[in-house]
């Protein structure tokens, strides 16, 4: 059953006056001038049973709350009961509006129907992608038509996503980013390319299909060849891939899907070849033996940024893969190394991995230690072998820490291979790939798995005497975050790319400028890591994945230094020329063997800029797009990915690939955690844009690869989160919420009841639209924007209003400071259009006829106003844009999202800046008046109003505006007192600023003492609340900070109380009651 979902609306929205929108004639048509009703409407909804009941009980409910709301909000109170902002869960079904009107993917929708009386996410966003893609909107051969045409070019990739499965909240981040900057460059009138592609994901999808093959079939990789697995791979890829593509379409991503690309594609993986062998030849790939993060479980090597650093706090048991019981970590074993020639005297060793001792090959002090003076230059007797160890001294040792004295493994610690090459130590590989230990371990150790090696060997230091204790220890862990298991650090032949001198030119680009990073506080993070770059592992032990281009020459003897010969080429032919000018012999005779690893994902990803171009061909796309214009992503890929495009992208194109970097932070939930599946708050940003039952959340967990423990700390997290479900909010609500947040500075805490209150918002742009469509009625004809004149102040007003929200989001985008334009875009809709403007011309439309000028202001309202929004709400803005009748005479687009932007320029003719400074004050005296009335609940009457000043002619900034005034402030007709006349008796007085008063009429409309009851009884109420927080002492400095606030707005509301109990009596005094006559 499709739903709608609702809940109380934030609080920041009960504070704005009500609107009456929902009182609009059921005569919304929406349509052009000259159109008219040809066929049946064509909406069908869908809702709960005994719908009609329900509704009617929702519907008197919900105007009950909103008048309780209303009363309590203008008088400063906070209604009883009610949870702050953002905390209701409570979720109220309402009906779904379904768009049915027969449409065949790639047409336009159809817009001469009825809108439907609200908001509904799915009708709005149906049909439109489609049409936009097969129009060409998307491609900048078409925007080079465009009558804005600027000639300049904004080029753009999106960051490829892991072709393993689907986009979560993150994802969808960095696409509302991105596409509201595409979107605005394309109105804007440059020609825009923004690059979709997928990255294919090496470790993650080996690791999927595996585990599918030995699910379904029982199957280990190795049992099939490596062709037959990667055809395996492919049919996986074919399947799952176009999920990703499905949730870029549904986000409104404008990318341009005829230049999508994959980074195992043909011409993707030419390039890949290419900048190997480019990079080879320049020397800066080779191969060599090297400690690299090994994966036992994935038998492979992975990259840094597949390493998760897990603090221990001490003693901490873990469950890894392939081990059937807890292991231990986050204890200190000392052992004891004897010294030689001295049957009493040994040097005493803490060690947190006691697996190794069998490759240690020597125990260092630092030479200025005392404790060890004596022992310089002595030998040690292994505690597990008895062969001699040498002591030696190093400076980098840390006396402090432990005994003073560390054990060097240099086989299996990079620190301890630093130490071993500096003093000719050879290493000893005592732990295999897949885990147990190797033969030099002696057969009691050989074939063992590491783990259950370990306590083998503390058993038997205990049986020779030379286990010396076991403490906790506070500890960081490496773990494999692709398979959970413990990273052991194994010495390997692979191949490395020289990343020093790359490395230079990139830390330089940003110091010099020529490479900007936003915001600027990650140019430390770069400096620092570039300066302490090491070389770069890029082998990986996979089958899935761009195979190295190189090749081992097997000859019958090896060469005299005894190392491998291994020659690079972009083919096999290729790499056989070579072969035969470095060996001399010919090439029928010898033998190659490729490299049967493949290359790290890193490696083709920081080719993705130009790969994605056509690179190395000389393409008219790189000639013209290349380099990119901006390179949005979070910030997390700043090293990893961002600073390997830099360093591959100068080296091999000569450029840059892009000038400037925008970085945005990580997205948290609501109570700002991490985003993990673990914790259960991972969100397909599809179970936001169309809602999702709690049941479908929890199946999606059993779905997923959570072992039995995270499954129910995750289902649970979930039940608390999401008792209802999530609500369906719509695409345009996630991308203005997610671009809400200041994504450039501290992490985004996203909940989903923002996203709620975002489709409040958008509720509220199509009510306004329903109601400016009725009174442009049928006939009307927009006049050019550069001749309209406003007739009225008010029109002048809103105009300038206007004109100044262009303003904002102009500099706001040229700034990239995207929630500066969901703040001037909130505000102008909401406060200025909807509260004021709309609010303050309906009795001037209610005259006949009507007049001319509010109609067109109207019109210029949603037109520009639509406009602005649609980078942002590009589906909301395109469905009813289009229904506004289009200006005579005018080229007009087909589509908002190839209008033009409005510019500051354009509407520069409308800013009046003095009047809206005037205006403020006329809203000041509205809140006023609402205030006053609230307090004397004058829920129907309509008083009488007086303002006065003590200072001449400042009154006269009111008279233009007093019509409106008594509308917005639900009063009667307002007048102006002359400085020094007495007000009227019985009328409630208020003051607006130091010389200005307030009277509002009494006399006749308030019972004095039934209304003194209803203040006692309110100014009890607050006095109990005041009690309760002046007897409560908060914990923290930030609930003391609350609670004072709390207190200054009670004793403000009080006192008004007591105010006007003291007027009331006066009243009182002065005339009897109703009841008395």
Not at 71 to 90: R, V
Not at 287 to 307: F, G, K, Y
Not at 470 to 496: A, T
Request: charged share 20%.
């Amino acid at each position: 059953m499709l739903r709608v979902w609702s809940a109380s609306p934030p609080l920041q929205t009960l504070l704005m006056p009500r609107s009456p929108l929902a009182s609009l004639p059921s005569r919304c048509w929406g349509l052009g001038p000259s159109q008219a009703l040809r066929r049946s409407h064509p909406l069908s909804t869908q809702s709960e049973p005994c719908r009609s009941s329900l509704s009617r009980r929702n519907h008197e409910a919900k105007q009950k709350r909103q008048r309780e709301k209303q009363m309590a909000l203008e008088a400063g109170i906070t209604p009883k009961g009610k949870a702050p902002a953002g905390s209701s869960k409570a979720w109220t079904p309402k009906e779904v509006v379904l768009y049915e009107v027969p449409t065949e993917p790639g047409e336009k929708k159809d817009v001469y129907r009825l809108l439907p009386p609200a908001y509904s996410p799915r009708y709005v966003e149906a049909a439109w992608y489609s049409w936009w893609v097969r129009e060409g909107f998307f491609k900048p051969e078409y925007q080079t038509r465009l009558p804005q045409a600027t000639g300049e070019t904004f080029s753009m990739c999106i960051p490829p996503p892991n072709v393993t499965g689907s986009l979560h909240i993150g994802h969808a981040l960095t696409v509302a980013i991105q596409d509201a900057l595409v979107r605005w460059h394309r109105m804007r009138g440059d020609q825009v390319l923004w690059i979709p592609g997928s990255d294919h994901a090496g470790i993650a999808t080996q690791a999927v299909v595996e585990k599918q093959l030995w699910k379904e079939r029982g199957m280990r990789r190795h049992e099939l060849s490596r062709e037959k697995f990667l055809r395996e791979v492919w049919k996986w890829k074919d399947k799952k891939g176009g999920e990703i593509s499905e949730q870029l379409q549904a986000l409104g991503a404008s990318l341009d899907w005829d230049r999508e690309c994959f980074t195992m594609d043909a011409g993707f993986s030419v390039a890949v070849t290419e900048a190997f062998v480019r990079l080879y030849e320049a020397g800066l790939l080779y191969r060599s033996q090297q400690l690299v993060n090994w994966s036992c479980t994935l038998r492979s090597a992975i990259s840094d940024i597949e390493v998760e650093s897990r603090p221990l706090p001490g003693h901490t048991e873990l469950q890894l893969p392939g081990c059937p019981t807890p292991v231990s970590f986050g204890l200190l074993v000392s052992v004891a190394f004897p010294v030689d020639g001295e049957p009493d005297a040994e040097v005493v060793v803490g060690t947190t991995r006691p697996e190794t001792l069998p490759g240690d090959v020597a125990v260092a002090v630092h030479p200025d230690d005392s404790r060890y003076t004596h022992l310089h230059g002595r030998q040690l007797r292994h505690p597990l072998t008895g062969q001699l160890l040498p002591l030696i001294t190093d400076s980098t040792v840390q006396p402090h820490v432990g005994t003073g004295a560390v054990k060097v493994t240099p086989a299996h610690s990079p620190a301890d291979a630093e130490l071993g090459a500096r003093h000719g130590l050879s290493p000893l590989s005592v732990i295999a790939e897949d885990g147990t230990m190797t033969s030099l371990c002696g057969d009691w150790l050989q074939g063992l798995h590491r783990f259950v090696a370990r306590e083998k060997i503390i058993s038997a230091l205990r049986e020779r005497g030379l286990f010396r204790g076991l403490q906790n220890h506070p500890m960081v862990l490496p773990i494999c975050s692709r398979s959970g298991d413990v990273i052991e650090y194994l010495l390997k032949s692979q191949w490395f790319v020289r990343c020093r001198e790359m490395g230079d030119r990139a830390a330089q680009a940003v110091e010099s400028g020529a490479l900007e990073l936003s915001p600027s506080f990650h140019q430390k993070n770069w400096q620092h890591w570039f300066s302490h770059i090491g070389d770069w592992c890029v082998s990986r032990q996979l089958w899935w994945g761009h195979r190295i281009p190189a090749y081992l020459v097997v000859e019958e003897h090896m060469k005299g230094d005894g190392e491998d010969c291994w020659v690079v080429g972009r083919t096999e032919t290729e790499a056989r020329k070579i072969a035969a000018e470095l060996t001399g012999r010919s090439e029928a005779e010898l033998t190659l063997q490729r490299d049967p690893d493949v290359l790290d994902t890193w490696f083709s990803s920081a080719l993705f800029p130009f790969a994605a171009l056509g690179w190395p061909q000389e393409t008219p796309d790189l000639a013209r797009f290349y380099p990119l214009s901006l390179l949005e992503t979070g910030s997390d890929l700043l090293l990893f990915w961002v600073g390997r495009m830099v360093m591959l992208g100068t080296q091999l194109t000569g450029q840059l690939p892009f000038t400037k970097v925008l970085l945005h932070s990580m997205v948290r939930d609501g109570q700002g955690r991490k985003m993990s599946k673990s914790l259960g708050n991972v969100l397909d940003p599809r179970d936001i844009i169309s809602g999702v039952e709690l049941q479908v959340l929890q199946e999606k967990l059993k779905d997923g690869n959570l072992d039995s423990t995270e499954l129910a700390i995750a289902a649970a997290a979930q039940r608390k989160d999401f008792p209802h479900g999530i609500p369906e909010c719509g695409t345009d609500a996630l991308r203005f919420a997610l671009c809400s947040h200041r994504a450039l500075g501290g992490d985004v805490h996203l909940s989903v009841s923002e996203v709620l209150s975002s489709r409040h918002f958008c509720n509220k742009i199509w009510n306004a639209l329903r109601f400016i469509l009725n009174a442009l009625g049928e006939g009307f004809v927009p006049q050019p924007a550069e001749e309209l004149s406003p007739s009225s102040p008010t029109d002048a007003w809103i105009l300038s209003r206007l004109a100044h929200t262009a303003q904002e989001c102009e500099r706001a985008f040229l700034a990239r400071e995207l929630p500066l334009i969901t703040h001037a875009l909130h505000h102008f809709w909401l406060h200025s259009l909807c509260d004021v403007y709309l609010e303050a011309v309906k009795p001037v439309l209610s005259h006949s006829p009507h007049p001319q000028g509010p109609p067109q202001v109207l019109f210029s309202c949603a037109d520009v106003g639509l406009r602005l929004l649609a980078p942002l709400m590009p589906f909301l803005a395109e469905e009813l844009w289009q229904r506004l009748p289009p200006r005579p005479g005018s080229n007009s687009a087909p589509s908002i999202s190839v209008a033009p932007y409005p510019t500051t320029h354009s509407l520069e003719h409308w800013r009046q800046p003095a009047l809206e400074q005037h205006f403020s004050q006329v809203q000041e005296a509205v809140q006023v008046l609402r205030a006053l009335r609230a307090t004397y609940q004058l829920t129907k009457a309509r008083p009488r109003v007086l303002l006065q000043s003590s200072e001449p002619g400042e009154l006269s900034l009111f008279k233009p505006f007093l019509e409106p005034l008594a509308t917005l402030g639900h009063c009667g007709a307002v007048g102006l007192l002359p400085p020094g006349v007495a007000a009227p008796s019985g009328w409630a007085q208020a003051p607006l600023s130091d010389t200005i008063q307030v009277y509002m009429e009494l006399q006749g409309l308030v019972d004095p003492q039934a209304h003194l009851a209803l203040l006692a009884a309110r100014r009890r109420k607050l006095q109990k609340q005041l009690d309760g927080l002046m007897a409560w002492t908060p914990s923290g400095g930030e609930e003391e900070t609350k609670r004072q606030q709390r207190l200054s707005s009670l004793q403000l509301e009080l006192s008004k109380l007591d105010k006007a109990a003291s007027h009331l009596r006066q009243l009182t005094d002065a005339c009897p009651s109703p009841k008395e006559l």
